[in-house]
Structure formats: structure tokens, C-alpha cells
């Protein structure tokens, strides 16, 4: 039904309880015999009513409320609307007849309206409750929380369409003082321990965490045991992730593999991260990678004075070009279609634009595809960053940050060790620059492109099997927003030569992380979807780690971010490896590859 529909029935509606209660209250007054001389006043005192009571019943917007939702601020406004309408209209009428009504006819008048427009409103509210509580098809739903976006997900359950279907059994909460209590009438049933009895005593068949100001690591707790319930699991999101931090229902999503990290949301010195970022210009290498976009997207919320997207594929380019431009239209931006291996382009970028930050995000990632590729690995992950390096030093750049990776750590893949060397050709480079160069190193981030989760994902929509390599490897996870973040972050605080090292929490099994994503489809692993063990790949290895055993980190301001104490490195040395470097290239792989051990102590090829 539209607005205007709607507020002429309900206008109409109330002139008639108006009529109504006047013409009951003179009944009542004279036993059911209205003298003739009152009865004129009556019909005074009624349309003087009709048109004040109506003009304050808009006035308090009583006919642009949601009564399928009201709660107590709605009734006190509907009283004072009805009240205030009522003196006047009795003083009004008082005022043209020369004489008042008797204060009895006024007093029941009001209460009569009191019930009539307020109860009629109300069972409005009762049968939208109740629309859906006699289905026998109805799934039985619990919500986690009985606060107040418990309460606001309870009111939603019974009276929203989007919820047609479903049935509200009751509350789960930890607070003991609200055990037994009634939240929206609904009772509260236990706490997280009662979960599963919960859900498997009444058939759950959805469940809802509402938990939003709830510590991430309390909620990653809460999941792990609604998800070994079989139910569906809902979530509303923490407030920090919350645009305005209002909640509302159409935040609520489905349970992710973020959410099981558990880690809280990362805090930021904004103040240190615009003081080198903001009204500069910001070159971004890899822009249309995953975690070049998501450089690009908070970069921009710093206002910088141009911000540069360099890429070498032109379809990811125009892609995030195109979000920045519609999500931040007054950020000055520069697309560069380039390859960091062609060395004169470089030099042209640099030279054209001038870039005062650049972050260096471009790199080869895939460990398998570079095993068998070592010299593409080398010419882009070392050589391509040396030429972007190079520039950065000729043309005054004032902070050049590389992201890294933990694979650089004892590397046992080409990818790995490439990155490890380029770690080390930036670490010598600020020997002799007035560029700051760091580089940053954290594992896997989820959802990347290439990355275990979204090849997970294909093959449960697929009906399976997952593949998982090895029923023993662990990795480091963090989400792509979570660690550029923090590379952000540790950029502001570069001294030059360090290596930055991100806090990536505890690893995780993948394994583990294959039977989550199962069980968050709806899926029992190795009943409705096989899990199946296909060994570990060229390059990889179970474990990756974050420090060589040279290394040693110290804290920095913040709690996340640690830094590796820079190791001296011989830059003759270096170029002279990188001479032999370029004279192999293209040679076979086992040339490569002890050019690479050579310059890289700790690299230990994995047969």
C-alpha cells in the first residue's frame, strides 16, 4: 500500500474515533438523551476537535511512523499529540460558545481516544506479529545477543516480509541477570554452553550472532560453536565496520572466513599517516592486483595530491579506476598502463609525475606458476623492483615501501626468494639514498586473487571435493583491508633500511579452514562435500615464518607492527650477483636457481 493510501485511511480513521468518543462521552453524560441544547455544542466541539486534534496528530508525524514497529517513544508521542489536541480543542470550543463543555464530556473524550487511536494502531502491530506464527512450514530461528540489536532483530523476525517464514524461538546470552527474563517476549534460554542443546531440543534452523560491540575474539568464539550445530549461521557486523555505527537489519550477512580470525579491528595513527601521505603524490605499482586496489581505495581517503595507478594489465586498471573515481570524485588520479621490467618506462613515469610515496605492490606471487618460471620470476619480482627502486632514488622520492611477503623467510620457493632479494636490493639502496626504503612482510591475506579461499569456494559450489595439499599445513591469514592497514601504517614509520613485520596472529590450519568454509555453506565435510589430500606442491613448504634466525624484531608504536633489525648487506656484492643474474636468464632453471642460492644464504631448494 503507498504512503498516501495509507495516511488517508488512517486520517480518516481517526476523524472517526473523534466523532466517536464526543458523541459517546454526551451519551454517556446524559444517560443516552442528549438535551437540544447541548447537541449543537457537541457538533461545535466536535469539527473544532477534528481540525485541531487532526492538525497535532500531524504535527507529531503520526502518520509517517512504522506502527508495525512502534515501541514506547511512538506511544508517548501519540499521548501527548491526543492530550494537547484535546485542551486545545476544549479551550477552542470554550471560546467560540461563550461557554465550556462539561469536564466530564472532555476527560472521557480523551480516554476514549487514548484507546481507540492507540489500540488501533497497536492491533495493527499484533496482526503483523502474528501474520506468520501460524505457518507449520515456519524454520525456528535463535538469536545470539539479547541486547539491544537483539531486540531490534527480534521486532524485524516478527513483523518484517524479509523474515516471512520465520519463527523466533528465544535468546542466547552470557549476562546470568538476564537468564529467564523475556526480550521482546521472547525468553532468554541459556548462555553459548546451551547452544547446541538449543538448537538440536527445538530443530534451529537459522541463527543469528547480535553482537555487534562484542569483542571480535568473543564473537570468533560464539561462531565456532554455533557452526558446529549444522544451523545456518547469521551475523551482524561489529560496529567498527558499521558506515555511520547505526545498526540495521540489512547489515546482516552470512558468517565468512574473516570473521573466524577473530582479531580486532586495526587502530590507526591517522594523524602520522597523513602526514606523509596526504597533498602528495602517491605512486601505486600492481594498482589492479588485490592488494594494489586496496592500496589505491585508502589511499584516497587520505587526500592525496594525485594519486597514480601503474599496471601492466589494462582491464584490472580501468576497474579500480573506475571505483575510485564514482567512490572518491575529488581525488585527482592518473592511470599508467606499464611494465616495472621495461626500465625506460619507468624512468618516463618517474620524470613525468614526480611521485613523493610510492608503494610497491607489483610482484609474481603464484609459488607453483614461478617454480616452474624462474626467470619471469626474477625479471619482475627482482629485476622490475630494482628498476622502480632505481627511479624512486634518481628522481626524490621521499618514502619507497615494497610489500613483501613471509615466503622471503628461509625461502624454499623461487617466488619466495626473488622477494627475499628484493628485500635486500632495497635495504642496500638506503645506504646511499635520501630515500627511505622499507619494505613490509606479512603471509596470506584472504580472498586474494589466486588464494586458497575463493579456489575453496569454486569447488564447494561445485559439490566438491575440496583440495587441500597437505592435512598439516598451516599459514598466516589476515583480510586485504586489515593489511594494507597496516602497511599504510608502517609506512609512516620508515627511518629507512627496516623491514617491517605485521602481527598476523596464530596460523591456521588449512585443513580446518576447508571444513569452516564447508560447514559455512551448509555442507558437512567429508559427508556432503570430500575433502581429498593431493600432496604438497614444487616450492611449498608446511610451515611459513615471519623472522630469519639472523633477524630480531623490535616493537614500534604500534601493537601490530614490529620491525626486523636491518642486516648489513654489501651492495658490490649484490650488483655483481645481479650481473650473473641477467647473464642466466633464460638458461635453465637449474642456472637460475644457483644464481639464487648464491645470493640468498638461506634459500633451500624443496625436491
Known sequence: MSYKKRMLILLALDIAIIWVAIAVSYMFRFNGDIPPAYEWKMYIFALVSTVISGFCLFFYRM???????????????????????????YLATWLLCGERVPLSIATRTLEIMLLLMGGSRFA???IRVNRYKKSENATNMLVVGAGDCGALIAKEIMTSERFKGSRLIGFIDDDPYKLNMRVAGHPVMGDRSC??????????HDIVIAMPSARRSEVKDVIHVCKLTGAKVKIIPAINDLITGELAVEKLRSVEVEDLLGRDPVRIDMQGVLNYVSHKVVLVTGAGGSIGSELCRQIASFQPEKLLLLGHGENSIYTIEMELRERFPEVCLETVIADIQDRERMKDVFQRFRPQVVFHAAAHKHVPLMERNPSEAVKNNVFGTRNVADCADQYGTERFVMISSDKAVNPTSVMGA?????????????ESSTTQFVAVRFGNVLGSRGSVIPRFRQQIAAGGPVTVTHPDMVRYFMTIPEAVQLVIQAGSFAQGGEIFILDMGNPVRIKDLAQDLIRLSGYEPDVDIEIQYTGMREGEKLFEELLTEVEATTATQHERIYVGQPIEISRSDLDMQFRRLEKVLGEDQASVRGVIERIVPFYSQVS
Do not use: D, F
Request: proline letters at 0%; aromatic letters at 10%; one cysteine or more.
Open 63 to 89: 502518520y509517517k511512523r512504522s506502527w508495525q514497529h512502534a515501541s514506547i517513544g511512538e506511544i508517548v508521542e501519540l499521548c501527548k499529540a491526543i492530550l494537547i489536541g484535546t485542551v486545545l480543542s
Open 124 to 126: 495493527w502491530r499484533l
Open 195 to 204: 547452544i547446541a542443546s538449543i538448537v538440536k531440543k527445538y530443530n534451529i
Open 418 to 430: 626473488t622477494k627475499r632479494i628484493a628485500e635486500m636490493y632495497i635495504q642496500s639502496m638506503n
